[in-house]
C-alpha cells in the first residue's frame, strides 16, 4: 500500500463550532474550504473538520497529536483561552513533554514537545 496523503476526519455535533475552536483557538491555518467542511494544516498532517456523515457521538475514539515547540508556553496560552484542560505537561518516560486538551465535542488532543537531546532529534545515519 503507497499512502500518499493522509488527513484526521472529524465529523462533530456542532461543525462551527469545532471550525472556530480549531481555526481561532487553537490558530490552525486553513488548507482549504468547502460547502460544509474546512481543512485545516496540522503540522506535516491536515485536520478535516466535516459537517457531514456524523453525529460526533464517538469522542473517545478519536485523538489529535500535535507536536508543538513549548508545550509549557502553548499550555498558557490555552488555559487563557479557556481550553478544557485534561492533564498538565509533564516529561513521560519515554522523555517527551506532553499535555492534554480536550475540543468542545470531547476529542482529546495531545500536545507534544520533543526536547532537543531526544533520540528522535538525532540523526542516525552514519
Known sequence: ???LS???LLRPRDPERSRA????????AVFREFPGGTVFFLGQG???VAAHGGDGSAPGSTSLYMQV???RAEFEVLRSR???????????????HEGWIRD??????VLVEIPADHPLRRDTRS
Open 69 to 71: 515547540r513549548d508545550v
Open 1 to 3: 500500500m503507497e499512502i
Open 104 to 109: 468542545p465535542d470531547g476529542v482529546r488532543i
Open 6 to 8: 493522509s488527513r484526521v
Open 46 to 48: 491536515l485536520l478535516e
Open 21 to 28: 475552536f480549531y481555526r481561532d483557538v487553537l490558530g490552525l
Open 82 to 96: 479557556g481550553v478544557e484542560v485534561l492533564r498538565e505537561p509533564k516529561i513521560e518516560p519515554w522523555g517527551l
